[in-house]
């Protein structure tokens, strides 16, 4: 009987073993973990916001300070946790972007050359509309400026001042916003590019380039955002219903990123952009909503546009975040395969840009955001900033914006009347 004892014994002190390292192991795992967590600060010491509350203009209540931004950006995600895409049926009289015969699934870009003009993108445009509708007459003619151009060429005509497909009806009208300071030749590659993805799209749209004339030496993007938006929404003629907010140097690469509105929720479109010197995509943090947002008039509202007080790069966009969060919104994105894009920044070579001046004030700036969300914004653009030129083009409207007249020197900026004119094209020479 004993000698038969021992190896039960020992299988149930090996057990016994086994069972206690593997408590030990995963009792020490979580107690580590929980001390790292701990070394994060949840929240900066008060003397820091002190003295971040030093540099900025207005004195701001001290509880409104524990928020550090940066760490609150990196945990927080904007995206909406439960959602659903509109989803129109097929419907020819009010054609949703993803029964359009156009897409073509990842499609190429194309780098002009440096000597592009906005004359010859307007002709590029124009001359294959004025052509009779036949299947023929729209294969493209003048392509000698932009090489490797693919170019799916969709039936459309320019009507009260907007871009539209001569077969359908799109499903709805849309404004393109781009701020821009410089950069000219980001914008011209983004509408080479651009015009072509919404007609593959099938969108009834017009382009509105605002470019910042006044001051030269730092950037309000917010203001011309909020600016070009006032601007449009009073242009009622126009009946837009879908505002799209784009960086200049962002080109999309797959047709099925569709640039529509969503009824419920405010679309970020850019997941992930590539660079085009290390040819890898970056995805950034899940708080951001810069680059492309897609919304509607109401959206646009409800958070009463962007902080007008972010001057140099970086901060508008995170401050329209917080205005989400404010006001119990989120945004959607498209599938991660598909919303993706080129970025044609700085430090790139051939689609170069200088440098934004950095925002140093602008983590500053986000602290408070939220106090601001009425008085700061869409309401009180008109007192900031004026239109000083339309020039009306067939590929784009542009916008020329003094963004601070209260400090412009130059009274004839803040005093004289908008002028309009229709850009007048040079005469076509015939390109073989
Ligand atoms: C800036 C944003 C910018 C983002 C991505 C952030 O640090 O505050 O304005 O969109 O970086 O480049």
Redesign the pocket.
């Known amino acids: 009987m004993t000698p038969r004892k021992f190896p039960l014994l020992k299988k149930s002190l090996f057990r016994f073993i086994l069972f206690s390292t593997i408590l030990f192991i995963i009792i020490t795992t979580l107690i580590s973990s929980s001390f790292n967590s701990r070394q994060v600060p949840l929240i900066y010491s008060l003397s820091f916001c002190k003295n971040e509350s030093k540099s900025l203009p207005f004195s701001i209540p001290e509880s409104y300070l524990l928020i550090p931004y940066r760490e609150f950006a990196l945990r927080t995600s904007i995206a909406c946790r439960v959602f659903k895409f509109d989803n129109p049926t097929k419907n020819l009289s009010s054609l949703h972007p993803k029964y359009s015969k156009y897409l073509n699934g990842i499609f190429p870009y194309v780098i002009p050359s440096q000597n592009i003009t906005f004359d010859d993108i307007e002709k590029f445009y124009t001359d294959l509309s004025s052509l009779n509708y036949s299947k023929e007459a729209f294969v493209p003619r003048h392509t000698s400026f932009a090489t490797n151009l693919t170019f799916a060429n969709v039936p459309y005509i320019y009507k009260n001042g907007m871009w539209e497909p001569i077969e359908v009806q799109s499903y709805q009208r849309s404004a393109i916003l781009v701020p821009l300071q410089g950069r000219h030749y980001n914008a011209k590659a983004f509408l080479l590019n651009l015009h072509a993805y919404f007609r593959r799209q099938l969108l009834t749209y017009a382009i509105f380039i605002i470019e910042q004339t006044y001051p030269m030496n730092k950037f309000n993007k917010g203001r011309l955002y909020n600016t070009a938006f006032n601007y449009i929404r009073q242009n009622k003629s126009l009946n837009i219903t879908c505002y799209i907010l784009h960086d200049v140097d962002l080109i999309p690469e797959h047709d099925s990123n569709y640039y529509s509105c969503e009824t419920m929720n405010p679309k970020h479109t850019t997941s992930r952009v590539r660079q085009l010197i290390r040819g890898n995509y970056v995805k950034?943090y899940e708080f951001?909503i810069?680059?492309v947002l897609i919304l509607t008039y109401n959206h646009y509202e409800e958070l009463n546009g962007f902080s007008n007080l972010y001057w140099g790069?970086?901060?508008?966009?995170?401050d329209l975040a917080l205005r989400f969060v404010q006001q119990k919104m989120c945004v959607i994105r498209p599938p991660f395969a598909v919303a993706i894009y080129t970025g044609t920044f700085e430090s790139e070579k051939t689609l170069p840009h200088p440098k934004g001046q950095r925002n140093n004030q602008?983590f500053g700036l986000l602290l408070w955001s939220t106090i601001r969300l009425k008085t700061d914004g869409l309401h009180n653009i008109e007192t900031l900033t004026r239109i000083v030129e339309v020039k009306r083009w067939t590929t784009f409207t542009h916008l020329k914006v003094n963004v601070d007249i209260t400090n412009s020197k130059d009274t004839s900026l803040s005093t004289s009347k908008v002028t309009t004119t229709t850009a007048k094209l040079t005469p076509t020479t015939k390109k073989k």
């Open positions: 950034y951001l810069g680059g790069w970086g901060g508008e966009d995170d602008r």
